[in-house]
């Protein structure tokens, strides 16, 4: 995918997230929020993005997911994961163009 301002952020994601293709920064991603008990991750989708899905999956081993519910409203989108049985899990974004 391409990424002309080489921030390491593919145009893609630039337009999921709303950011600058043209400008190199990459803090307008979501970030994760850990706790004691798992980590959640939170971002609004910007106005006008109405192609695009989005989701989350936990997984502890990168490779397989479990779907993450969201639990945001509107154009707000709030993926959380507990840690269970004492193993760490990955929350993992996936964000994918919509069927026409």
């Not at 970030?31 to 980590?39: E, F, H």
């Not at 840690?83 to 026409?100: A, H």
């Amino acid at each position: 995918m391409e990424d002309p301002d080489k921030d390491g952020v593919c145009n893609f994601l630039e337009y999921a997230f709303g950011s600058n293709p043209a400008v190199a920064n990459s803090t307008g991603l979501p970030q994760p929020v850990p706790s004691a008990t798992g980590v959640s991750m939170g971002f609004t989708v910007p106005s006008g993005v109405t192609d695009l899905n989005y989701g989350a999956e936990c997984t502890t081993d990168l490779k397989t997911g479990t779907p993450v519910t969201n639990t945001g409203t509107g154009s707000r989108c709030t993926f959380t994961t507990p840690f269970t049985n004492g193993k760490r899990c990955y929350l993992r974004l996936k964000v994918t163009q919509k069927s026409s």
